[in-house]
């Protein structure tokens, strides 16, 4: 096994930078560079000391040395960090001492996909690392850091536990078949089958709230021209972002912008108000906003409550149909033409009516801002202490493990004799899905840790 090294610090000038390595010859290969060396050194302290060349007096820089020992470090290899200052010289000045001594270069990620390979963190924990790394809001760092403790990947081993005991008492069903030609019966064998794929539809369903935690909520503004949406969009930014004017048609492309709402980052997106284009720079604006609505986890359809409500805005309405959204009736400083009634009949709309004032001068926009936030919080599962899923692969993977499992339930349903070889390799598929997800066993191949590892930075 090679001893790898890498400044783990971002590139650039800072106080401190610091190089860690990895590997059998971590110890052996800081030794010949850092003066003094300790007597008997400590594992998990701090020493204070030179990097000098292997040759020479001269010291490069002071450092601080810490060294950890196999079984008790990050990679659970024999590791060691240099605490040096942070000038981009000086650090790669001694990264090379290092390489020219034996080290090779970390690849993306190689400090933790050793962790993982040496059975310190599971495959869920290790992305979750990646997860911190990446974390831009209050609640995606809160998400993976509830993974990185080992929920989920504990989590998906009782599953696992579950599911590999019924799957035993299939094989062995089917040695002991081909001997005696019987059948096979196991009590509730149909209703487990059921919990298990009924626990995998949960964990599915709480993506949702899952990627909004990880990744944000794409927010999307519409309405008719000149209804106020790009001084909604101001007003929430509490920043002049879009340009505002009564001259309708005059948001043309996006205007996008993040915030945080109840913890979750909001990407919030103002677009082209959709009415009968003019021209082609017009038409071509409301093309951009039909897309930018096609991607929307949640669109404000804003209304002119000033005003009646025009055929216009139904028409929008229609075209949100299953998308989630909520209503927005602005210029409420104008007084407002449309009744509470109306708008839920006409629209057969019944969530929250959002009130709001857009206008510069006198914005109030608490009641939207309310509003995106009971959206998040109805989307948090029951059980709030539950594991989440916030990514794709484990989407995917749970989607295969969950049709799995329940094909093997519909197997065993009513009374019906399953066939059993059926039985277990629908059964041998769940299990190696779950297997995928927590990286447990051989299942985790080399290129779906090289997929895994690819978003790293260097030195974690
Ligand atoms: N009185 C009043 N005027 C508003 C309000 N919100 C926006 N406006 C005005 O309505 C006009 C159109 O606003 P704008 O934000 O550009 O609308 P958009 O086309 O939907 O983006 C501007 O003159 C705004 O100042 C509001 O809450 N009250
Ligand atoms: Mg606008």
Known sequence: ????????????????????????????????????????????????????????????????????????????????????????????????????????????????????LNGRLDLTQAEAVAGLIAAESEAGLQAAAAQLAGGLGRHLAGLLARLEEILAGVEVAIDLLAEEGDNYERENLAAELAGLAAEGRRLLDSYERGRFLRTGLKVVLAGRPNVGKSSIL????????????????????????????????????????????RDELEALGM???????????????????????????????????????????????????????????????????????????QAEIGEAVAG????????????DSAPLITRQRHYELLADYTGAVSRAAELCGDGLKPQLDLLAEELHQARRALLQITGGEAEAVDSLLDAVFAGFCVGK
């Open 1 to 116: 096994m090679s001893t790898i090294a890498a400044i783990s610090t971002p590139s650039g000038s800072g106080g401190i930078a610091i190089i860690r390595l990895s590997g059998p010859a971590a110890h052996t290969l800081v030794r010949r560079l850092f003066h003094p060396w300790p007597a008997s050194p400590l594992y998990f302290h701090l020493y204070l000391g030179y990097i000098h060349e292997p040759t020479s007096e001269i010291p490069l820089d002071q450092v601080f040395l810490a060294l950890m020992p196999e079984n008790r470090s990050y990679t659970r290899e024999a590791m060691a960090e240099i605490h040096c200052h942070g000038g981009a010289y000086a650090t790669g000045k001694i990264l090379n001492l290092l390489f020219a001594l034996g080290a090779v270069p970390a690849a993306p990620g190689e400090f933790t996909r050793r962790a993982y």
């Open 372 to 383: 995106v936030s009971a959206f998040l919080k109805n989307r948090r599962p029951e059980n």
């Open 287 to 361: 093309a951009r906003t039909e897309a930018w609505l096609e991607k929307a986890d949640l669109v404000l359809l804003v209304l002119d409550g000033s005003q009646e409500l025009k055929e216009r805005d139904l028409e929008l309405y229609r075209r949100l149909r299953g998308r989630a959204h909520l209503v927005v009736l602005n210029k409420q400083d104008l007084g407002c033409r449309m009744t509470e009634n109306e708008i839920r009949e006409r629209l057969a709309y019944d969530g929250p009516l959002l009130r709001c004032v857009g206008r510069r001068e």
């Open 234 to 277: 101001n007003a929430l930014l509490a920043e002049d972002r879009a340009l505002v004017s009564k001259v309708s048609g005059t948001t043309r492309d996006v205007v996008s912008a993040d915030l945080e709402i109840a913890g979750v980052r909001v990407e919030l997106s103002d677009t082209a108000g959709l009415d009968t284009p």
